[in-house]
C-alpha cells in the first residue's frame, strides 16, 4: 500500500507541473494601434518557448529584428522562429495597420510555447517600432488587456526625412508616409543614436514646414505617447 | 487529472496535506532568517545618463516622495545634481529603513545598466524604492517609489518600466550653466526653488533647441517618451 500510495502521488505531481508548462492553449488575440497617425506595418504575433527572444532593452538588435524596425520586412523574424504555423502568425492584419484600426487573430500553441512576442515597425519612423517580447501567457482562461510601447532599435538615425526610395538596411531614411503626410527637403533631425541598443523610442520631433526644416514628419500629425498599441489577450 | 485521482485512498490524501503543512512551517521559520536582493537599474534613454541610483528597502513607514507635494531638500540634491548623499542619510536616519545602497560608482549610460546585492533580515510588507537623476535635465528623475516586492518568492523576479518626475525645484530653462550633465556641465544642486510650481509631478519632458527653444542647450536626442529606465528584482534568497 506504502509502495502504491508513493507512485500515485509521484505520478500526480508530475501531472500537476505538465499542466503549468506543457498544456496546449487556444487563444485569441486583438491587437489595436493607438496612435494619432501612426501606421504599423505587418505585425508578427508568435507562442514560443520561456528562453526565445525577439527583442531585449538593453541588447542589441539582432539583423532580423533591425529588417522589421528599419523596413517593415519580418522575414527573418519570422524563420528565426520556425516560420508560420499555428504558433506563429505573420501578418495577421493584411497590410498595414492604421491608426485606431484593430486586428485580430488566434493561436493554438504547442507543448512549451508558454509565451507571446509581437513586433511591427512603426510609419513613419527610421526604426520606430511596437512590441512586446516573451509575455508569459496566462494559464487561466480569462481576458487580460496589455499596453504597448514603442521602442527604438537603435540601429539607424532617427534623421526623419523622407527619400522616397525602396527600404535597405543601413541606409538612412524613413522608407514611406502612408498617409502621404510626410514633407520633403529635410536636412535631418538627428545623427546616430547615442543608444545603440534596443531601448524606449523617444518619439519623432516633426516639425511644421513641409518642404525644409529638419524633418519631413509633421510635429502635429506623427507624434505619439506611450502606450501606442493596446493587446487583449482572450484564453479560451 | 480525473483518473489519476480516482485510486488514490483517502491515506494518500492525508499523507499529501500534512506534508504540505509542514512546508507551511517551514517557511514560516526562513522568514526569520536573512533574505537578498538583486536589484539592476537598465538605463533605456537615448541621451540621458542616468547619475548613481539611490536604493532603499523599507516598510510601508517611509516614503522618498509624494506626488503633488514638495521635493525634501535631499531629494533636490538628488534631482538637481544627482548627489546621493542626503538621500541615503535621511533613509538611514528612519527606523523603516532596512536597508539602503548607491548602486553604482559611476553615471549609468544610454544602454547599459548597473546592479548590486543586498542583504536584509525579514521584513514585513517590504518595499523598494530607488531615484536616480536625467543627468541632462534640470531637475528630472526616475525611479519607483514603495514598489511591493514582498511577495517575491525565491528566484522570483519583477521588471517594471518607470516613469520619469520634475522634482518642482528648479526651473526647466534647459539654458547654459543649469544643467550637470556632459551636455552642459553647468551647476547642480541650487538651493533656491525657482520652478514655475514647488511640488513634484510627472515630467512634461524637455522641449530641446530642436523643437523650438533657442536657448536650450540640449537638442532632440535628449527627449525621452514617457519612459527611461527599467528596473528590475530578483529575489535570490
Given amino acids: 500500500m506504502e509502495i502504491k500510495c508513493t507512485q500515485i502521488l509521484t505520478g500526480l505531481s508530475l501531472a500537476v507541473l505538465a499542466s503549468t508548462s506543457a498544456l496546449a492553449a487556444d487563444i485569441n488575440l486583438s491587437l489595436t494601434n493607438l496612435t494619432h497617425g501612426s501606421h504599423f506595418t505587418p505585425l508578427l504575433v508568435s507562442a514560443h518557448d520561456s528562453s526565445t527572444h525577439v527583442f531585449q532593452t538593453g541588447q542589441a538588435a539582432s539583423s532580423n529584428l533591425r529588417l522589421m524596425a528599419e523596413c517593415g520586412d519580418t522575414s527573418g523574424i519570422l524563420s528565426d522562429l520556425g516560420g508560420a504555423d499555428m504558433d506563429t502568425i505573420d501578418n495577421p492584419a493584411t497590410g498595414l495597420l492604421a491608426p485606431g484600426a484593430s486586428t485580430s487573430t488566434s493561436l493554438m500553441t504547442a507543448t512549451d510555447n508558454t509565451h507571446l512576442s509581437i513586433v511591427a515597425m512603426i510609419l513613419p519612423t527610421n526604426d520606430g517600432f511596437v512590441g512586446v517580447d516573451s509575455l508569459m501567457i496566462p494559464a487561466a482562461v480569462g481576458t487580460y488587456t496589455y499596453y504597448l510601447k514603442a521602442y527604438d532599435a537603435g540601429t539607424e538615425a532617427n534623421d526623419e526625412t523622407l527619400p522616397g526610395s525602396s527600404c535597405a538596411v543601413g541606409v538612412a531614411g524613413i522608407p514611406a508616409a502612408p498617409n502621404s503626410d510626410g514633407g520633403t527637403g529635410a536636412t535631418g533631425a538627428a545623427s546616430a543614436d547615442s543608444n545603440t541598443m534596443v531601448h524606449i523610442h523617444r518619439g519623432v520631433l516633426g516639425d511644421s514646414n513641409p518642404t525644409g526644416g529638419l524633418s519631413d514628419l509633421d510635429s502635429s500629425i506623427h507624434r505619439w505617447q506611450n502606450p501606442v498599441a493596446k493587446l487583449v489577450i482572450t484564453v479560451n | ?237
Fill in chain 2, 1 to 237: 487529472m480525473m483518473n489519476l485521482l480516482k485510486p488514490m485512498s483517502i491515506v494518500c490524501i492525508t499523507a499529501f496535506f500534512l506534508s504540505a503543512c509542514f512546508h507551511n512551517q517551514d517557511d514560516d521559520a526562513m522568514q526569520e532568517h536573512t533574505m537578498m536582493y538583486q536589484i539592476s537599474v537598465s538605463n533605456l534613454s537615448n541621451n540621458q545618463a542616468l547619475t548613481p541610483p539611490a536604493v532603499v528597502l523599507h516598510n510601508e513607514n517611509y516614503s522618498a516622495w509624494r506626488l503633488g507635494m514638495t521635493a525634501s531638500t535631499a531629494l533636490e540634491k538628488l534631482a538637481e545634481g544627482g548627489d546621493t548623499t542626503d538621500f541615503i542619510s535621511d533613509a538611514n536616519a528612519n527606523s523603516a529603513v532596512a536597508a539602503s545602497q548607491v548602486l553604482s560608482n559611476s553615471p549609468i549610460g544610454p544602454g547599459s545598466s548597473a546592479q548590486a546585492t543586498i542583504e536584509i533580515s525579514h521584513v514585513h510588507e517590504l518595499k523598494l524604492s530607488v531615484a536616480t537623476m536625467l543627468a541632462n535635465s534640470n531637475d528630472a528623475f526616475t525611479g519607483v517609489n514603495s514598489l511591493d516586492i514582498s511577495s517575491l518568492a525565491m528566484n522570483e523576479s519583477l521588471m517594471i518600466d518607470v516613469m520619469v518626475f520634475d522634482a518642482g525645484s528648479e526651473l526647466n530653462s534647459e539654458s547654459a550653466g543649469t544643467i550637470p550633465g556632459p551636455v552642459d556641465g553647468g551647476t547642480g544642486f541650487d538651493a533656491s526653488r525657482d520652478d514655475i510650481v514647488n511640488f513634484i509631478s510627472i515630467h512634461p519632458g524637455v522641449v530641446s533647441m530642436d523643437d523650438g527653444l533657442a536657448s536650450s542647450v540640449l537638442d532632440e536626442s535628449h527627449r525621452w517618451n514617457g519612459s527611461v529606465a527599467q528596473i528590475k528584482v530578483t529575489r535570490l534568497q
